[in-house]
């Protein structure tokens, strides 16, 4: 698998230096990635495209500077799964190294800024205890030489996710007490737990349970064509570009707690709120709106949550569903658009796309906020669209200065900052 030369087709500041570049990935397979022009959001320049013998499992993680681009493609020989790694030097084309990880369930999780360094985890499953061992193994994208390893296992049903800093150095494993695994026949819900890996050493630092904040399932009062409703509750939480504050964020009280990476300490907690010069014009929702039959459904709330270039504010997006009827069918829903808080007062201080739904959301230092996501809600339609809109925003004020719609495959974007 190799990568022809991506091209750059970077913005330009005020003193007329590059400040990023943008991308589009036109399919699932990841195979072409096409320049886009920052600022009109037009195509530009050729693609870079992916030789492959197969069209499966290909996979792509391109490092924030540009410089590094990593393809992995899972083969099998008999039982045998391998994710094989392409580490791929942008500007040329060529392959620096190449080298193989054992694993069925191997991907990237994370690539360093400069692309040296690569976290590529792992999961084995046993069947009989019912549990998972998970693996985090960084990578020497020069050598393919492991440097570190850290592992955790977790009973069935139990979630863990990752957050890795810029350099790979440091990562946050979130999960909750909840030690029992979830069937969905029960409920199954805990505070939430935050581990600090340190990735040079494979070594736990750290560990701090919120009490105040709730992850997993809760039961609903309400039984739905004799089933029990089940809401999923799950924070969003975000690291800070620095990799020095971590933001976790409850769905239902949008309650913003404040931590220090390094040390777990509490900085600070603030709510998002509307001020009051502004007569509660922000936080007003469109209503909800009947779903389509074919359409899956979330009970709740739920947000994600992006650091601003920097670190002073937080954009968050989401929506909250409710089953109001006997039936499934009796399911709405409605979407948040994107909202900007100033972490300092809580203030929200500007919102957008009212009632649309924001799958990424992609800040730059030079002001720029790239915001993608369906033309229509997956709530409202039977099947995933295939029609996606591509926003350009102002950082601050969250003004719409560009869009542009997308037809097909159209995954993620990629920016990348040298």
């Known amino acids: 698998m190799l990568i022809a030369p991506l091209a750059d087709a970077p913005a330009s500041g005020a003193n007329g230096d590059a400040t990023h570049a943008l991308y589009r990935v036109e399919d699932p397979f990841y195979r072409v990635v096409q320049p886009l022009d920052p600022m009109t959001l037009r195509d530009r320049g050729q693609p870079a495209s992916f030789a492959t013998d197969t069209l499966k499992d290909t996979s792509l993680s391109l490092s924030a500077d540009g410089s590094t681009a990593v393809t992995g493609q899972l083969s099998v020989e008999g039982t045998d799964w391998t994710l094989n790694l392409r580490v791929v030097d942008t500007g040329t084309g060529t392959v620096r190294s190449a080298f193989a990880v054992a694993g069925r369930d191997a991907y990237v999780a994370a690539l360093s800024r400069d ?12 069947k009989h205890a019912r549990r998972y061992a998970t693996a985090w193994t960084v990578y020497d994208t020069m050598s393919g030489q492991p440097l570190s390893a850290f592992e955790r296992t977790y009973p069935d049903g139990q979630v863990i996710t990752s957050h890795v800093d810029g350099a790979a150095e440091q990562m946050w494993l979130q999960s909750n007490t909840e030690a029992e695994p979830f069937y969905g026949t029960e409920a199954s819900v805990g505070a939430l737990v935050l581990q600090h890996i340190d990735l040079r050493t494979g070594v736990e630092v750290g560990r701090l349970t919120v009490g105040s904040v709730e992850v997993g399932y809760v039961e609903r009062v309400e039984v ?9 509750v799950e924070p969003a939480i975000a690291l800070s570009p620095d990799g020095r504050t971590i933001a976790i964020v409850a769905a239902a009280t949008e309650e913003i707690i404040l931590l220090d990476g390094m040390s777990m300490a509490r900085i600070d907690t603030v709510t998002a709120h509307e001020p009051e010069s502004l007569a509660h014009r922000l ?17 709740g709330e739920w947000r994600t949550a992006t650091f601003s270039a920097d670190g002073a ?13 006997d039936t499934y069918e009796d399911y709405e829903a409605e ?4 909202r900007r808080v100033d972490l300092e007062t809580g ?4 919102a957008a796309l009212d009632g649309e739904q924001v799958d990424q959301v992609v800040p730059t230092a030079s002001g720029e906020l790239y915001v993608l996501g369906p033309d229509r809600p997956w709530t409202e339609v039977e099947s995933p669209s295939s029609t996606v809109v591509l926003s350009r925003l102002d950082a601050e004020t969250l003004e719409v200065d560009a869009t542009r719609t997308l037809e097909g495959d159209v995954w993620t974007v990629l920016v990348t900052q040298p």
């Open 283 to 299: 936080l007003g929702w469109a209503g909800l709106m009947p779903a389509s039959a074919g359409a899956k459904f979330q009970v």
């Open 224 to 232: 739905v064509e004799q089933a029990p409703v089940f809401e999923s």
């Open 335 to 338: 979407w948040l658009g994107i």
């Open 115 to 126: 692309g040296g360094r690569a976290v590529v985890t792992t999961t084995a499953y046993d």
């Open 313 to 325: 504010s937080l954009y968050l997006t989401g929506g909250r569903g409710e089953i109001v009827g």
């Open 347 to 350: 203030e929200i201080s500007a």
